[in-house]
């Protein structure tokens, strides 16, 4: 059994009592330690896809949602809201494009983490959280690649770079030994030397914590670098998936050799 089952998952919002479609009878799966990407053009459906997962998308829209998202053999939209919460931050990490939207501005680095930990899974925690928290984030922001994680904690998120914002968040997304990573183009807002560091980074703590991630680019480059498994959405559906290798060498749907043929060194 995977641990991520995506099963039919069909995503509709509604308005005016219209139900518009945006996701159809989607069927993915992901095993631990393997990094997915979700490929595909701006609105193929690949934010609403990953929003569903973890069931944010209800936060934004009324939305109608069929099928099942199963993680570990639990299907995520049977639960009620204090059930999903406890699985979110907690079994289900995240990383989306723009760092700064996830910060607080006015709390220093280290709280952030610290809270990050504290609020996952308090319940079942002992001793000291605050310590505890604190000790693990200094852990992770060296583990992140920060040379001087004190310094950093106690910086706030506009004194770091659109880079340094981004291994934050991934720290952060580790803060609760998560299973599941997901991240929303986490790169697309940097530049190109900062982007490959970044891929690597989540290459190198996706391998080191065995987690499983679904990483969502359009761009067929990135998936390149970092997936093990390539799906390609159009359009709200899903036209292609497999080996990411086989994905790239010889893709069979024609919107997929279109993408494959957007970078020039991939594939040949
Ligand atoms: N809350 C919403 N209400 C209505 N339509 C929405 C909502 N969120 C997304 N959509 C629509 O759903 C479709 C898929 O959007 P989505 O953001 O998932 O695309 P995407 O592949 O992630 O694109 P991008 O790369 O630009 O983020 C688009 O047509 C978008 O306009």
């Not at 406890?86 to 220093?108: C, H, K, T, W, Y």
């Amino acid at each position: 059994m995977s641990l991520l089952e995506i099963d039919r998952l069909s995503v509709g919002v509604l308005s005016d009592e219209v139900t518009t479609d945006l996701v159809h009878e989607l069927t993915l799966s992901l095993d631990s330690g393997q990094t997915l990407c979700v490929v595909g053009e701006s609105g193929s459906g690949k934010t609403v896809t990953v929003l569903s997962i973890i069931r944010l998308l209800e936060f934004v829209a009324p939305v109608r949602t069929t099928g099942a998202v199963r993680l570990d053999d639990v299907d995520l939209t049977s639960l009620n809201a204090t059930q999903m919460r406890s699985f979110r931050g907690r079994r289900i990490g995240m990383v989306f494009q723009e760092a700064l939207d996830s910060l607080n501005p006015a709390q220093r680095i280290g709280v952030q983490l610290g809270e990050a930990y504290w609020s996952a899974d308090a319940a079942s925690r002992r001793g000291d959280l605050r310590a505890q928290g604190q000790a693990r984030a200094l852990e992770l922001l060296g583990e992140v690649g920060f040379s001087d994680p004190e310094r950093v904690a106690n910086l706030y998120p506009h004194q770091l770079s659109g880079g340094m914002q981004q291994r934050v968040m991934i720290a952060m997304a580790l803060m609760s030994s998560p299973d599941l990573l997901l991240a929303d183009e986490p790169t697309t807002a940097l530049d190109v030397t900062t982007q490959a560091e970044i891929l690597r980074l989540f290459r190198t703590v996706q391998q080191e914590h065995q987690m499983a991630c679904v990483f969502i680019t359009h761009d067929m480059g990135v998936a390149a670098e970092i997936a093990d498994r390539i799906a390609v959405m159009y359009a709200g559906r899903l036209v292609e998936v497999g080996p990411a290798a086989e994905v790239l060498s010889s893709p069979r749907h024609r919107y997929t050799r279109a993408l494959v043929e957007c970078v020039p060194q991939v594939g040949r």
